[in-house]
């Protein structure tokens, strides 16, 4: 090869990396999705992706997002974190450094979205996790907020509470045994607030009794809970152990109502309880389909029409992430990552399809109301709303 | 009374599925003094494959049993052929790492193709006793009752038939054996192949007691069966049934007495103590010198 042929090859070379530089930086919005594809909760990663697929065809077939005066379609960069706390770091890392994403959605799952968010938080990338309850996802060790991390849900210390005071108030039981997944955090921390909760409301717990993840038998456990004779078993736990706990414990006898969180929150539940012993037991929720506000029927309708089925909370959540995402860089008007993050914290009011929300006095966990669901004929009934107080 | 009988019955079918896993550990080890450690994934696929042929026939119970110990059994000797055979004279780390290695693919394949949890069809109608506070259901009945009869059978055909004195006499000097002009490969084949069909049944079974079935079932109770296969000797089929029901009792036993929060740490906390005074495990039997 002669020199001036190596010159043309380089030449040909650097303007293509050049190119492909310039393609990446100008013409998209880039928006990462860290999410649960493949591992233990992989319909909430199926859903987000779902959804966030959803609102960015929608928002592209509208031209676009004004970004300081010139319309800019999104790109979204879908990677799967395995349901584990080191991949979702990974996935965190490369998002942020190799594809250059302005914000990330997710991870979902507490478990992940904790180590990911000292990631965002330490390379200053917006990162709104839709689903995840735990306090530590937002917070720092020493209670202050992360500059760079905020949810679209609402938290355990929100939720909790209130659907102790839920089995109180409105179920009038006061002897509740709790059965938790002890090697997750969201289902431990939600364990324990309940606990606080339900004593400081009147009741009584009679047994609080762990498993760790991946536990198929819980029939030790649940002989010991039924020798204390509880009227609630709150069941902390991730969606596939549910059916299994539920079944084993009608076997043995138990005749406890059960209670559950968030967690429950998939079809994927009613289908893996097939003999349903689930039934009339209630959770406490982000969303419920049986919505009157035209903007929830809207979302409904179009998520339907695509994909078949009706949407659960982590669509509905990650929808309003991306509605949340797309609002702040509006008002930022430039893909400036620390622009975009401050102009999220001054968020004051923003209606999604789960509710309204407010990011009020440097708070990073919304405010919101909380709905109670119940499982009848193989469907998610509402039951009621809870205001916080 | 009858709250410590139902945690014994716990118990008891808690050890009997171990039991099962622990057998193809101890199987596989015997003979080639090697470590499945596939093992747990060959079990998860028994309960997916149950499932996938209840979805296209729904077939008996037993029939059900056969065919898939059958097919996993062949895939078990499959495994071996093509992964394990090629470096059966490699360093001993190689063998772990492959099969370390195969367990992996098994269980991406397998998650590749579903990653939901799916439910498990109940095979026979499935009816609950009462009798003064106790609860047993028929399910419970015959896992206990199908584990027990394959472990027996187990230990006959090891102690009482030609092939079974083939399998001891491999375990005890494969080459002589060889040298008599017996097909060891034929026969390790064949060991490989019955360790992953108790391992399939013992899947299938699990499955049907625990009606979810996902790809990452066989990881954490193959490492409990493997500990049991330890703890009562590994090689000893008989070491490892005693282990498997040592550490069921062990871990109901800790959660009736003490908060739940502690099985784990009491259970291989008593597990370690006991490797520390038999560190060849309980029947398990230090190797003699060959000069």
Request: glycine letters at 8%.
């Amino acid at each position: 090869m002669s020199k001036q042929q190596k010159q043309i090859v380089y030449f040909l070379f650097f303007s293509i990396l050049l190119l492909v530089g310039c393609r990446s930086s100008n013409q998209s919005i880039k928006i990462g999705l860290n999410t649960e594809l493949t591992g233990e909760a992989p319909a909430v990663g199926a859903s987000c992706v779902k959804a966030a697929t959803l609102f960015v065809n929608k928002m592209n077939q509208d031209g676009g997002v004004d970004v300081g005066g010139k319309k800019k379609p999104i790109e979204l960069i879908i990677a799967d974190n395995g349901s584990k706390a080191d991949e979702a770091v990974v996935v965190a890392q490369r998002l942020i450094t190799q594809n250059e994403v302005v914000a990330i959605v997710g991870p979902n799952i507490s478990s992940c979205a904790v180590p990911a968010s000292e990631i965002s938080e330490n390379m200053g990338c917006l990162m709104i996790s839709p689903w995840s309850t735990n306090i530590h996802t937002t917070t720092k060790n020493d209670g202050a907020f992360k500059k760079y991390v905020f949810r679209a849900c609402f938290t355990e210390l929100v939720e909790i509470p209130l659907l102790a005071q839920f089995a109180m108030s409105h179920l009038h039981l006061a002897k509740a045994a709790v059965l938790y997944d002890m090697s997750s955090e969201s289902p431990n921390s939600a364990a324990h607030q309940f606990q606080e909760s339900f004593l400081k409301a009147g009741g009584k717990i009679v047994a609080m009794e762990t498993y760790t993840s991946q536990d198929r038998d819980f029939s030790a456990q649940l002989t010991k809970i039924q020798a204390s004779h509880p009227d609630i078993l709150f069941i902390p736990a991730y969606y596939n152990d549910v059916p299994l706990i539920a079944e084993q414990a009608r076997n043995l006898g138990i005749t406890a109502q059960f209670l559950g969180y968030n967690s429950w929150s998939t079809p994927e539940i009613i289908q893996l309880d097939s003999h349903h012993y689930l039934d009339h037991a209630y959770f406490s929720n982000h969303f419920s389909t049986e919505s009157d506000s035209p903007l929830v029927k809207k979302f409904i309708q179009s998520y339907q029409s695509t994909y078949g089925t009706a949407p659960d909370d982590i669509a509905a959540l990650t929808y309003d992430t991306m509605g949340l995402i797309v609002e702040s860089i509006i008002k930022a008007g430039s893909l400036n990552r620390t622009a975009i993050a401050n102009m999220m914290a001054n968020i004051e009011d923003f209606t999604g399809v789960t509710g309204t929300y407010k990011f009020h006095q440097g708070n990073h966990d919304p405010f919101k109301n909380v709905i109670v669901l119940t499982i009848e004929n193989e469907k998610f009934v509402y039951v009621t709303t809870l205001q916080p107080e | 009374m009858d709250y410590i009988i139902q945690q014994v019955i716990n118990a008891i079918q808690l050890g009997s599925i171990y039991g099962l896993i622990a057998l193809g550990y101890s199987l596989v080890y015997g003979v080639l003094s090697m470590m499945n450690f596939a093992h747990g994934d060959l079990f998860m696929l028994g309960a997916f494959f149950c499932l996938l042929l209840e979805k296209i026939i729904p077939l008996p119970l037993w029939l059900a049993l056969l065919l898939t110990m059958l097919v996993i059994g062949c895939l078990g000797a499959l495994l071996e052929r093509l992964a394990y055979r090629p470096i059966r004279h490699a360093p001993k780390v190689s063998a772990i790492i492959t099969s370390l290695g195969c367990g992996l693919i098994l269980e991406n394949i397998t998650l590749a193709m579903s990653p939901y949890p799916r439910h498990m069809p109940t095979l026979f109608q499935n009816s609950i006793f009462h009798f003064h506070g106790i609860t047993i259901s028929s399910l419970q009945i015959i896992v206990i009752g199908i584990s027990l009869l394959l472990m027996i059978l187990l230990d006959v055909m090891i102690r009482c038939t030609t092939l079974g004195m083939v399998i001891r006499a491999l375990a005890w000097n494969r080459l002589m054996v060889s040298l008599l002009g017996i097909p060891a490969n034929r026969i390790i084949s064949f060991t490989f192949a019955l360790g992953a069909a108790l391992g399939a049944a013992a899947g299938l079974l699990y499955a049907l007691t625990y009606p979810v079935v996902s790809s990452s079932m066989g990881i954490a109770i193959g490492w409990k069966a493997f500990i049991a296969a330890v703890i009562g000797g590994i090689g000893n089929m008989r070491g490892a049934l005693l282990g498997a029901f040592i550490l069921g009792s062990t871990e109901v036993m800790s959660i009736t007495m003490l908060p739940s929060t502690y099985r784990d740490l009491i259970a291989y906390s008593l597990l370690l103590i006991i490797l520390i005074f038999k560190p060849y495990g309980i029947l398990g039997e230090p190797p003699t010198q060959k000069i």
